[in-house]
């Protein structure tokens, strides 16, 4: 999945009524079992005929014409007349391809410092997206603004019929109420899907930011690239951190929502909020580190037009050797911690996600190499996600895509009804 770079908003500007909010639909984080879904994944991948469609997903024939045809009734997918092989007669051996000129999907990441909105394609291809920063008013007025930047940014693709919103972000989720409590914003549940549904009038979609990360591996990613079953532990970490496993398809999705591993004991002398020391999301988010960078004197202390931003401590590490102990420090403390949970689930492969891991490129191996020694299980199959620093953006894609993916006919009558 490609992203383009992402733009600076304009001023809002919602002149419509407010819709009625709509109950939230939980996100669906697994690869599905249903035919329709299997053959939109494999038409996702480009034009295929309903043969090899039907050897792909393992269906019969007459199954996949079935849902070919519903599918091409719904305008999910397209025929590919052009591709048609010369000689052949007959429907079944014109191509068919998922539409991803017609509809687009919104996906909100919500961060503590930034708020990330998006666009994507059937296919899970992101359209564009736009930046803002996320407000730190009450919670109502904050998702009120979220809300209408993303509606004024959809108003941008007039061409595309909109078909759902899914917001990822994190704290902790009650994704069939559609409701987030946040510490750090201090929300407490926030009506995150009655406040969007009711602005955009779409069916709406939350989930806890760290799992949808760890669904973008499942079902952005090409199954031909890891066809393997089993489990995967997903480790994220930038201003905050966060843990989620998949099992054998399936993001594990607790009902009470996400567990938590901000309070990890680190060995640090950073003091928490929480009252104590070295705990692991204030000893390595980015906030805290560049407050320890201004500290010691690697950055310049903040101004009123500009405060320190992490990519000057990463160019301070190129000459200041301080600079380089600090985030060396800091990927030892995530080798290790990814190294203690790995031992906990010992899941079939490892991957670390978010800029923490993936915005300093020395960073890596060192997080590697102390993940190695700290260890004491046999050698693991540990990987960077494949979205590097977009892995925000694809928690927000995958969000607004996992109800289509899970069942694309049910979903689009539910999107049809919606409007």
Known sequence: MSSPALERPHTPTVSTRPAPARPAVPPELRISDNPAAAVLRAAARGPIFRDSAARTTGASIATVNRQVSALLSAGLLRERADLTVSGAVGRPRVPVE????????????????????????????????LEIATPQTGQQAALTIVARSARAFLDRLPRRRPLWVGVAVSGRVDAAAGEVDHPRLGWRSAPVAAVFSSVLDLPVSVSAH?????????????????????????????????VAVTLDDR?????????????????????????????????????ELLARAVRHGILPKPEAHRRPRITDLHRAADTDAAARDLLAERAEILGRTAALIRDMFNPDRVILGGQAFTGYQPGIARVARTFTENTTLPDADLRISRFGGRVQESAAAVTSLSVFYADPLSAVRRATRAR
């Open 98 to 129: 998922v539409d991803t000129d017609s509809f687009a999907t919104v996906g909100v990441h919500i961060g503590c410092g930034v708020t990330r909105i998006v666009a994507a394609d059937l296919s899970g291809r992101i359209l564009g997206g």
């Open 210 to 242: 760290v799992e949808a990360m760890a669904a973008a591996e499942l079902l952005l990613t090409p199954r031909e690239t890891d066809s393997r079953p089993g489990s995967s532990l997903y480790l994220y970490a930038r201003e905050t951190v966060g």
């Open 251 to 287: 993001v594990h999705t607790p009902a009470n929502g996400p567990g938590s591993i901000a309070h990890l004991p680190t060995g640090s002398q950073v003091e928490c909020p929480c009252g104590r020391r070295g705990c692991l999301e204030v000893t390595v988010g980015e906030r």
